[in-house]
C-alpha cells in the first residue's frame, strides 16, 4: 500500500518537519553499546557515477527483474522529498544557506566543513575516489557504505545480501542500523559537520526532528515485491516507528553527554532541550499570563528549560505495548534524569548514561522481539490514554504523537487490518490532528489534546 494514499502523510510539511533538507548519514555507535547491525560501510567511495549505468541503477522506468534499476532517477526527483538528498548541496548556496553562513562567519557554505558532513556526503576515513562530487549531495554511498568493496559483486547472479554486507554494504534492512545511519544528520552525530547545534538554528537552520518510518516512506526507491522479501524481510512500519524513537532517545542522551558537544561556553548546549518552551511570547502586566504547563514526567523547577522528550514519550508508549517487563524502569530513569537536570551536569550525565541504556536496551528487544497482534491499534490507544496525554505539554511531543498516529494508521492498511477506503473516511480526524500542530506559535496543549483523543478514536473505531 503506498502512502501517497493515505495523503494526510504529507500533512507532516505542515508541521515544519519536512525536514528541512533531508540530509546525509552514516553509521554511529550508540552510547552503551556497539551498534549491532551497523558493522558496514567502512569501504572507499567511488561516487554516484558508479551507481549510474543504464544497466545499474540509471534507467528512466523501473523495470529491473530485481531492483527497480531507476533509483537514481527517484534520488534526482526536482520536487518531491523522495529527491531532497540530491538537494542538499545545492540548498547551501541558496538564500536562506547563504544568509546563515554569513551569521555564523563561516564563508561560502558550499566548502564549510560545518555544512558538508551533512549536507554532502562524509566519506571519513575512507579512501575518496575521483568520482565522489560535493556537488552530488548526499550520495548512494552516504546510506549504503562505501562500495569499492561490493561494487563489482553485489550485481552477480549469485551475489547475496548478507555476502555484500560482509564486504561492506551497510544492512539498511535492520532497524537499527537504518536508524544509526539516518540519526547521523537528523538528529546529529560526533563526527564533523553532523550536529545542529543552537547557534546554527539561531542563525537560521531549520529545527532538527525524527521518526525513522515517516523518513524511510519519504526516501523508498525500492518495491517491497516477493523478491525483496526473500532477500532480506518483509519491512513493518509499526518496529521501524518504535526501533527508531529508542534509538533516538539513545542518540540524545549519547551527544547530550559527549563534553565536547553538551556545553557551549558557560551555558549548556541549547539545542538539546525544548525549542518552544523557552520561545514564547513574554507579557508583563498586572495579571501574570502563565505560557506553560506543569508536566509530571518532569520533575523540574517551573521555569528551568525542560530537555527536548519527544523521542521519549513515544518510547515509552511503545514499550508500554511491546516491552512491559522494560517499560517501568525505562520510564523511571526518564524522570531520574529530567531531574537530575535540576542538579548539575555530573548527575545530569550520569543519569543520561542509565537512560541511554535503558533506551539500548529497548532498541534491541524491539528490534528483535515478535510483536503482539494488534500493536498498531495498541499503540494508538496509548498515545491518546490518560498516561500520554499529560505529557503532551510542548509542541515537540505533540507533533512526534501525530506522526506516530499516522504511521500506525498506515502500517494497519499494509497489513489489510484497515481497508485504504475505510482509512480515508477517518482522514478529516488526522488531518485535524496535523492541524492542531500547524503553527507551533499557534499550539495549545488542551486543544491538541482534544484532537489527538478524536484522531484515536476514530481509528479505534476501525476495529
Given at each position: 500500500?503506498?502512502?501517497?494514499?493515505?495523503?494526510?502523510?504529507?500533512?507532516?510539511?505542515?508541521?515544519?518537519?519536512?525536514?528541512?533538507?533531508?540530509?546525509?548519514?552514516?553509521?554511529?555507535?550508540?552510547?552503551?553499546?556497539?551498534?549491532?547491525?551497523?558493522?558496514?560501510?567502512?569501504?572507499?567511495?567511488?561516487?554516484?557515477?558508479?551507481?549510474?549505468?543504464?544497466?545499474?541503477?540509471?534507467?528512466?522506468?523501473?523495470?529491473?527483474?530485481?531492483?527497480?534499476?531507476?533509483?537514481?532517477?527517484?534520488?534526482?526527483?526536482?520536487?518531491?522529498?523522495?529527491?531532497?538528498?540530491?538537494?542538499?548541496?545545492?540548498?547551501?548556496?541558496?538564500?536562506?544557506?547563504?544568509?546563515?553562513?554569513?551569521?555564523?562567519?563561516?564563508?561560502?557554505?558550499?566548502?564549510?566543513?560545518?555544512?558538508?558532513?551533512?549536507?554532502?556526503?562524509?566519506?571519513?576515513?575512507?579512501?575518496?575516489?575521483?568520482?565522489?562530487?560535493?556537488?552530488?549531495?548526499?550520495?548512494?554511498?552516504?546510506?549504503?557504505?562505501?562500495a569499492?568493496?561490493?561494487?563489482?559483486?553485489?550485481?552477480?547472479?549469485k551475489?547475496?545480501?548478507?555476502?555484500?554486507v560482509?564486504?561492506?554494504?551497510?544492512?539498511?534492512?535492520?532497524?537499527m542500523?537504518?536508524?544509526?545511519?539516518?540519526l547521523?544528520?537528523?538528529?546529529?552525530?560526533?563526527?564533523?559537520?553532523?550536529?545542529?547545534?543552537?547557534?546554527?538554528?539561531a542563525?537560521?537552520?531549520?529545527?532538527?526532528?525524527?521518526?525513522?518510518?515517516?523518513?524511510?516512506?519519504?526516501?523508498?526507491?525500492?518495491?517491497?515485491?516477493?523478491?525483496?522479501?526473500?532477500?532480506?524481510?518483509?519491512?513493518?512500519?509499526?518496529?521501524?516507528?518504535?526501533?527508531?524513537?529508542?534509538?533516538?532517545?539513545?542518540?540524545?542522551?549519547?551527544?547530550?553527554?559527549?563534553?565536547?558537544?553538551?556545553?557551549?561556553?558557560?551555558?549548556?548546549?541549547?539545542?538539546?532541550?525544548?525549542?518552544?518552551?523557552?520561545?514564547?511570547?513574554?507579557?508583563?502586566?498586572?495579571?501574570?499570563?502563565?505560557?506553560?504547563?506543569?508536566?509530571?514526567?518532569?520533575?523540574?523547577?517551573?521555569?528551568m528549560?525542560?530537555?527536548?522528550?519527544?523521542?521519549?514519550?513515544m518510547?515509552?508508549?511503545?514499550?508500554?505495548?511491546?516491552?512491559?517487563?522494560?517499560?517501568?524502569?525505562?520510564?523511571?530513569?526518564?524522570?531520574?534524569?529530567?531531574?537530575?537536570?535540576?542538579?548539575?551536569?555530573?548527575?545530569?550525565?550520569?543519569?543520561?548514561?542509565?537512560?541511554?541504556e535503558?533506551?539500548?536496551?529497548?532498541?534491541?528487544?524491539?528490534?528483535?522481539a515478535t510483536?503482539?497482534?494488534?500493536?498498531?491499534?495498541?499503540?494508538?490507544?496509548?498515545?491518546?490514554?490518560?498516561?500520554?496525554?499529560?505529557?503532551?505539554?510542548d509542541?515537540?511531543?505533540?507533533?512526534?504523537?501525530v506522526?506516530?498516529?499516522?504511521?500506525?494508521?498506515?502500517?494497519?492498511?499494509?497489513?489489510?487490518?484497515?481497508?485504504?477506503?475505510?482509512?480515508?473516511?477517518?482522514?478529516?480526524?488526522?488531518?485535524?490532528?496535523?492541524?492542531?500542530?500547524?503553527?507551533?506559535?499557534?499550539?495549545?496543549?488542551?486543544?491538541?489534546?482534544?484532537?489527538?483523543?478524536?484522531?484515536?478514536?476514530a481509528?479505534?473505531?476501525?476495529?
Open positions: 500500500m503506498s502512502r501517497g494514499l493515505l495523503n494526510g502523510r504529507t500533512c507532516v510539511a505542515l508541521v515544519g518537519l519536512l525536514l528541512a533538507i533531508l540530509v546525509v548519514l552514516t553509521i554511529a555507535t550508540p552510547l552503551g553499546g556497539k551498534a549491532d547491525a551497523a558493522a558496514g560501510g567502512t569501504g572507499g567511495h567511488l561516487g554516484v557515477a558508479s551507481c549510474a549505468g543504464s544497466t545499474c541503477h540509471g534507467r528512466l522506468e523501473g523495470d529491473g527483474k530485481i531492483v527497480r534499476q531507476d533509483e537514481l532517477l527517484r534520488w534526482q526527483e526536482p520536487s518531491t522529498p523522495g529527491g531532497a538528498h540530491s538537494r542538499a548541496f545545492a540548498v547551501l548556496r541558496g538564500t536562506r544557506g547563504r544568509q546563515i553562513a554569513a551569521t555564523l562567519g563561516i564563508g561560502d557554505p558550499g566548502s564549510a566543513a560545518m555544512c558538508l558532513g551533512c549536507h554532502a556526503t562524509p566519506t571519513g576515513g575512507a579512501a575518496r575516489g575521483a568520482k565522489v562530487l560535493t556537488s552530488d549531495g548526499v550520495g548512494c554511498e552516504a546510506c549504503h557504505g562505501g569499492s568493496g561490493w561494487i563489482a559483486s553485489h550485481y552477480d547472479v551475489a547475496s545480501h548478507a555476502g555484500n560482509e564486504r561492506g554494504m551497510i544492512p539498511l534492512d535492520q532497524p542500523a537504518r536508524a544509526a545511519v539516518c547521523d544528520c537528523h538528529y546529529g552525530g560526533s563526527g564533523e559537520g553532523q550536529f545542529v547545534t543552537h547557534r546554527i538554528m542563525a537560521g537552520h531549520p529545527r532538527i526532528a525524527f521518526e525513522l518510518d515517516l523518513f524511510s516512506t519519504l526516501q523508498q526507491h525500492w518495491t517491497e515485491d516477493g523478491d525483496y522479501r526473500q532477500r532480506k524481510r518483509q519491512s513493518d512500519g509499526v518496529r521501524l516507528w518504535a526501533v527508531g524513537q529508542a534509538m533516538a532517545v539513545n542518540r540524545a542522551l549519547g551527544l547530550y553527554a559527549n563534553p565536547r558537544l553538551g556545553t557551549e561556553g558557560a551555558f549548556p548546549e541549547f539545542g538539546f532541550f525544548d525549542c518552544h518552551s523557552c520561545h514564547r511570547r513574554i507579557y508583563d502586566q498586572a495579571d501574570r499570563v502563565k505560557t506553560w504547563e506543569a508536566n509530571p514526567a518532569r520533575p523540574i523547577p517551573a521555569g528549560p525542560p530537555f527536548n522528550d519527544e523521542n521519549m514519550i518510547l515509552s508508549v511503545a514499550a508500554r505495548v511491546a516491552a512491559p517487563a522494560m517499560a517501568a524502569r525505562f520510564d523511571a530513569d526518564v524522570s531520574a534524569f529530567h531531574g537530575a537536570l535540576a542538579k548539575d551536569r555530573g548527575a545530569a550525565v550520569a543519569a543520561a548514561g542509565r537512560l541511554a535503558s533506551s539500548l536496551g529497548l532498541a534491541r528487544a524491539l528490534d528483535g510483536l503482539p497482534g494488534g500493536m498498531a491499534q495498541a499503540v494508538v490507544a496509548r498515545i491518546a490514554d490518560g498516561v500520554t496525554t499529560t505529557r503532551f505539554t509542541y515537540a511531543g505533540s507533533a512526534q504523537a506522526m506516530a498516529i499516522d504511521t500506525m494508521l498506515n502500517a494497519m492498511v499494509k497489513s489489510g487490518q484497515v481497508t485504504v477506503g475505510a482509512a480515508a473516511g477517518i482522514r478529516a480526524e488526522i488531518n485535524r490532528a496535523y492541524g492542531a500542530v500547524k503553527d507551533p506559535n499557534a499550539y495549545r496543549p488542551a486543544d491538541f489534546r482534544t484532537s489527538i483523543a478524536s484522531a484515536a478514536r481509528i479505534g473505531s476501525l476495529r
